[in-house]
């Protein structure tokens, strides 16, 4: 072994950090230390929590710049290979240095230097939550021993950073695994129909890796055959990685989890965990562990799921697999989907792509053979799809948006004890103001885009951007003439829900949108109003449109759909048609009679054709021979360089001056002729809080080609990028364009 700088024996460890330079770092250590173990370090000024990911021979440096490490981190067995070996794919597949991946896979507590050091560490986050785990269950077992009292009160609270296992819905059911008295009723399963039962074989029969594409319309049951294909691999000892796209989706299917494997199951109450961006770091610590070592299960949860460590993996689930949340927008732009499938290829596991409306990359992959396709044609229980209607609304007078026809049925439905859903997605109450003698419209000061009226409680109202988050009073007359009449123009979903107070004053009428659902659990309470039939009218935006699955509801209502026809985005048809199933795929799932109306000026475009036959095989076909016309994707490989300055000039200049660049030094790029550069040209949205916005779209038919071309040009990217005064952003396979 070498000696430390003084003098001591140590041994050289290349560190992973979260800093945004490229590359590792070395060090030295005089204590034994494993690939895969975390470390803490000297950097610059501070002290940060890194990883170790390999044991060099001899420093990359100069021996008298290597520092020693700090600490070497043993409260976690080092980070199994197959982990490693996920985030380093990641990390060359997205082009990001491999700490900016490594460290923001781990749960908060375990990246933060200050956790282990100072008087009030204790041994770490790790040894904390032990702790107080073994506390916890002591007190479980005294107070089973005394009849009389209850086990479920809640816990003790302990430091805020600490996992609140309060929340019934995390960590082990508290009590009722141990004496079988869990609030959660054993639920039988249903007998499966043939259809489910073949997609359940389909998906044994696979050996090894797979990937299984289960295209279900919407009530077909699909979730009964994720569970049916876990509930085999659960049966051999493995684990099983649930993914959903949505947080709010994450309880209903928690429920069906917990009532059938916990009630069911032989190790019961330590079956699932559960982990998504709306848990505190402690409980979200908790869960991981779990998972580390095996306990869980059952792992359910939202995109950041896939990189959790999952010692005995032996299926991914991924439900609605064509949702755009699956797709990380900041940071490591990664899609949790097409990670999902390179980790069961990996670990030589199945993996269930489910939707209705596969993705086009997904369901073109199945078209050639590459996945396995399997489907449900029919709905689970014997209800026919809902009738989907056109309302031709160009010679129509409309009531606050609202046609004759979708009223009427309304009226209709909410007659019948039925539940109506309207959907429009747009949030807030006018999606702009303006002034009616001289023409002014609110706009955002710091962003190329209106500002949106939105009512605060009781009259008062905001003016609010979404895209920078700014907000601004309502001005009481005209900034530019004086005039006093400023009127809403358009609708959002709280207008919506105004005048249908109105219209219909005896219905309990519910809004669901970001906005109602900002405090924690919040979404929680209002769908679960809905599922008690405690809501007549449900007013939402996407977030009521995904899986839930409402018993009474028979109407869904769309308005608006037509802001979306014609989007610049190549994906934007995709996206609609999706949204669009899924949002009538709500109506009619328990009883008959369903009924869909869209309200449109633009009946017969051949996206609401194919929605109102339900035609989802006949949309993707005709998609898919227009994007092979053009040569997108799937038919190309793209990716996407954002640069963003406090001038557009600077921006752009950037931007051409990256592009010439492998033209300029062609001998380190080989693979040029495969490459094409478009030009760059401004966002749609130029400015959004006072920096403005430039993009330019590299593509090719080779994805070899691509990812050679990006790692040569990220490393002149960063080069650039240092000199100038702009920052910049590269996404592989973007999905907004
Ligand atoms: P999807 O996710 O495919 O839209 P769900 O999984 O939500 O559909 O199932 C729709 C409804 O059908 C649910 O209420 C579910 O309980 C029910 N269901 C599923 N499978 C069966 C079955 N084999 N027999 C009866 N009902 C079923
Ligand atoms: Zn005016
Ligand atoms: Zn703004």
Redesign the pocket.
């Known amino acids: 072994m070498p000696p430390t700088p003084e003098g001591r024996e140590c041994r050289y460890v290349r560190v992973a950090l979260d800093v945004p330079l490229p590359g590792l770092f070395d060090y030295c250590s005089a204590q034994a230390v494993e690939i895969g173990q975390r470390v803490i370090v000297p950097f610059g000024r501070r002290d940060l929590v890194g990883m170790v990911v390999d044991l060099p021979a001899a420093p990359a440096v100069a021996v008298e710049h290597v520092k020693a490490v700090s600490m070497v981190l043993d409260d976690l067995p080092a980070m199994p290979g197959d982990w490693l070996a996920m985030v380093d794919f990641a990390a060359r597949y997205y082009q990001r240095p491999l700490g900016e991946v490594i460290m923001p896979a781990l749960p908060p507590p375990l990246r933060k230097a200050g956790a282990y050091t100072g008087q009030r560490a204790a041994g770490g986050p790790v040894r904390r939550l032990e702790r107080r785990l073994e506390k916890q269950r002591k007190r479980l077992e005294r107070l089973a021993e005394q009849p009389g009292k209850s086990p479920d009160e809640p816990p003790e609270k302990c430091d805020p950073d600490s996992a609140a296992s309060g929340h019934p819905g995390l960590g082990p059911a508290p009590a009722g695994g141990v004496n079988g008295s869990d609030s959660v009723p054993a639920i039988q399963a ?4 043939d259809e ?1 039962r073949q997609a359940v074989a389909a998906i044994a029969a696979v050996e090894g890796h797979g990937v299984v594409l289960l295209r ?9 055959v994720y569970l049916h294909a876990a509930q085999r691999v659960l049966a051999g000892g493995r684990q099983v990685l649930f993914l959903v796209p949505e947080i709010n989706l994450t309880p209903q299917l928690e429920r069906a989890l917990r009532a059938r494997f916990d009630a069911s199951g032989a190790d019961a109450a330590g079956t699932l965990a559960v982990l998504h961006s709306g848990m505190s770091d402690g409980e979200r610590l908790e869960a991981w562990l779990r998972a580390f070592r095996g306990e869980a299960r059952v792992l359910l949860g939202t995109r950041m799921a896939i990189t959790a460590p999952l010692p005995r993996l032996g299926l991914i689930i991924v ?1 609605e697999e064509h949702d755009a949340s699956y797709k990380q927008q900041d940071g490591l732009r990664y899609s949790a989907r097409d990670l999902a499938v390179w980790r069961g290829h990996d670990r030589g596991v199945p993996v269930v792509l ?1 939707s ?1 409306t596969p993705s086009l990359e997904s369901w073109n992959h199945a078209m050639q053979g590459r996945y396995l396709r399997v489907s ?1 044609t029919r ?3 014997e209800v026919a799809l809902p009738a989907v209607r056109m309302v031709d609304t160009r010679r129509l007078k409309l009531e606050q948006g609202f046609s004759p026809q979708l009223l009427d049925a309304m009226e209709r439905r909410l007659a019948l004890q039925e539940q109506v859903l309207v959907f429009i997605n747009r949030r807030g109450y006018a999606p702009v103001l303006s002034c009616t003698s001289c023409g002014w419209v609110s706009q955002c000061s710091r962003c190329t885009a209106y500002s949106v009226l939105h009512r605060l409680r009781g009259r008062a109202a905001r003016l609010q951007c979404h895209h920078c988050g700014g907000q601004a009073p309502v001005p009481r007359a005209c900034p530019d003439c004086g005039d006093l009449d400023l009127k809403p123009m358009g609708r959002g979903t709280q207008r919506i829900e105004e005048f249908l107070g109105e219209r219909f004053p005896e219905a309990r009428i519910a809004r669901i949108d970001a906005d109602s659902t900002r405090l924690k659990g919040s979404a929680a309470a209002l769908f679960s109003q809905v599922h008690q039939g405690e809501v007549d009218i449900l007013v939402g935006t996407q977030m009521v449109a995904k ?1 839930h ?1 409402f ?1 009474n509801l028979g109407l869904v209502g769309v308005l608006n759909a037509d802001s979306m026809l014609f989007a610049q985005d190549f994906r934007a048809p995709e996206r609609l048609f999706a949204q669009l199933m899924q949002v009538a ?1 709500r109506a009619g ?2 009883r008959v009679g369903g009924e869909v109306m869209l309200q449109t000026d633009y009946p017969d475009q051949p996206v609401y054709r194919a929605l109102q036959r339900h035609d989802y095989e006949g949309f993707a076909q005709y998609a898919l021979d227009e994007r092979k016309v053009l040569g997108l994707p799937p038919y190309s490989y793209q990716a996407l360089l954002v640069a963003e300055g406090r001038e557009l000039a600077h921006a752009l200049q950037f931007l051409n001056d990256v592009r010439k660049l492998p033209e300029e030094d062609a001998g380190a790029y080989p693979m040029l002729g495969h490459i094409m550069l478009y030009d760059p040209v401004p966002l749609r949205v130029v400015r959004v809080a006072n920096i403005e916005r430039a993009q330019l779209l590299v593509e090719s038919h080779s994805r070899p080609a691509l990812q050679r071309f990006l790692a040569q040009w990220s490393e002149d990217l960063f080069r650039l990028g240092r000199e100038s005064r702009v920052r910049y952003s590269l996404e592989v396979d973007p999905f907004e364009i």
């Open positions: 249903p007998s499966l129909n489910q279900g319309i919407t009530g077909s049951g699909k979730t009964e439900d489910g209705a449900l709905r689970a229980r899986g699955d018993a795929g799932r328990h």
